[in-house]
């Protein structure tokens, strides 16, 4: 499977499509969640780990990468379990984000928060994760990953 970033510049009227990656991260059944601030556009809000598609990187290491700028935790492209691709999601009448969906279940619980990105974390019971997220986005995702009962 082809995991390279597809997208390219935006021509006349095409709607623009970023490549992403979001990373749920669970530790003796908690999930991993990370807190960003308030915006302009946003209250505060809880999400997994995300981020964008940098230059040449494919979505595994994207993933790897934003696991480790984010939380400081460490894993190898093959401890990441690919669960869904080609996620497209709207952000606004000319960008849509194209999300490549994984999985990590890690022993390591030492998080350090980036500050530029996150004001805080929690490792959440996996019964609580979906009412704490803000964007429809993430709840959809938490389904397709959500540990069975």
């Known amino acids: 499977m082809d995991e390279k970033s597809t997208s390219g510049p935006r021509t006349g ?24 601030a308030a915006g302009r556009d946003h209250p505060a809000f809880w999400q997994p780990v995300t981020g964008g598609v940098e230059g040449e990187e494919d979505v595994r290491e994207a993933a790897v990468r934003e696991l480790r700028e984010e939380t400081g935790l460490i894993a190898s492209s093959s401890d990441l379990d690919l669960v869904a691709r080609d996620i497209l999601v709207p952000i606004s009448s000319d960008l849509s984000v194209n999300k490549a969906l994984f999985r990590l279940c890690t022993d390591e619980s030492e998080v350090t928060v980036n500050p530029e990105e996150h004001t805080d974390f929690r490792w959440v019971d996996a019964a609580e994760v979906e009412d704490r997220l803000f964007w429809e986005s993430n709840r959809t995702t938490w389904g397709l990953v959500r540990p069975s009962p």
């Open 13 to 36: 009227e095409e709607r623009m499509i970023r490549q992403s990656i979001e990373l749920w991260v669970e530790n003796a059944g908690r999930v991993l969640l990370l807190r960003v």
